[in-house]
């Protein structure tokens, strides 16, 4: 089984991908999406968003990392992603399931999902652009509203040429709710193509990644938020390891700090904190009393000192049990 690190813009950036591939044995991560309109971004703008391309296009643990773009012009696409494969990236994904207001009004991500002819002529001029030892793969959602024109989405990448795709199994009007999941959609598609496909959606434990992985008949999952949730997920669904303790969540969020404040991501940096916060105490209760204390601050000390008491009350807690 393959477990693979989604892309989630503005949370998912480098230093996270960073951090969480040195804690677990991810096969791959797709990088938040670079906006194509109509012209070929320098160098600079891939190798902002994706470092890792000064490294052959892997994280210092030694997982791929594959670029995603995000536009509706195929020519333009591909000439990216020409540059983007020669920068070394692991290959080049195409983001159509993205159901953010501000890139649909654009005519990206999951609005092209209405489009499945216009899906088939970008993946096709990607894929004649990028060396063919580069996968060409696709992030889509089942449909806009329908959940039936799944079928359609998926045989427009695999007639284009496609080497794989990742189904969110929700439409973009489902959003995120939870009660809208649609694994058997999956696994009706599976059956009738031969592209492989990798599913993602509502998998935050071992258990449910089971149970995906039962429904869907695949073996391949991508995770995004469950990834932030809990931090050692990819380990705990690939062999059920224990939920990473709290004592190791809050030096991995010391470590996060150390790194995030350096420079001029500093001024960022409360924010960034209360935003991975705010997923972990989804998980852990300590999280969601820490995120009290924080949250009405705006400055970086005072939330690092507040981490480290945390960090200390952990450790004893944590020989009181040993």
Request: proline letters at 5%; one cysteine or more; a neutral charge.
């Amino acid at each position: 089984m393959r477990v693979i690190l989604g892309p989630m813009e503005g949370v998912l950036d480098p230093l996270m991908r960073e951090m969480l591939t040195n804690i677990n044995d991810y096969d791959l991560c797709v990088t938040e999406f670079v906006r194509i309109i109509d012209s070929l971004l320098p160098s600079s703008v891939f190798y902002r968003l994706c470092p890792e391309l000064h490294h052959g296009g892997k994280t210092t643990s030694g997982t791929p990392v594959r670029v995603q773009l995000l536009g509706q012009e195929p020519v333009w696409m591909a000439e990216n992603a020409y540059r983007a494969s020669n920068l070394g990236s692991a290959g080049i994904d195409i983001n159509f399931g993205c159901p953010a207001k501000s890139v649909n009004k654009n005519r990206g991500g999951a609005v092209l999902l209405k489009e499945p002819e216009k899906i088939y002529q970008i993946v096709k001029e990607v894929r004649s652009a990028v060396c063919p030892t580069k996968p060409v793969t696709a992030k889509v959602r089942l449909g806009w509203d329908d959940p039936t024109h799944c079928f359609e989405i998926v045989d427009a990448v695999a007639q284009a040429g496609g080497d794989e795709i990742a189904i969110h199994a929700r439409t973009k009007v489902d959003g995120y709710k939870a009660e809208t999941i649609k694994w058997d959609y999956i696994r009706q598609v599976k059956e009738k193509s031969s592209i492989p496909i990798i599913a993602n959606g509502e998998v935050w434990n071992y258990q449910d990644g089971q149970a995906c992985l039962n429904v869907t008949q695949t073996d391949a999952l991508m995770i995004c938020r469950g990834a932030l949730n809990l931090p050692n997920l990819c380990n705990v669904i690939k062999r059920n390891e224990a939920h990473m303790p709290w004592s190791h969540v809050i030096q991995l969020l010391l470590k996060f700090s150390e790194f995030e404040i350096k420079g001029d991501k500093g001024l960022y940096y409360p924010n960034r904190v209360k935003q991975w916060f705010a997923y972990l105490r989804h998980e852990y209760p300590e999280a969601k009393d820490l995120f009290v204390d924080i949250r009405s601050l705006n400055k970086a000390a005072p939330i690092v000192e507040i981490l480290q008491r945390a960090q200390a009350v952990a450790h004893t807690q944590a020989l009181l049990v040993t």
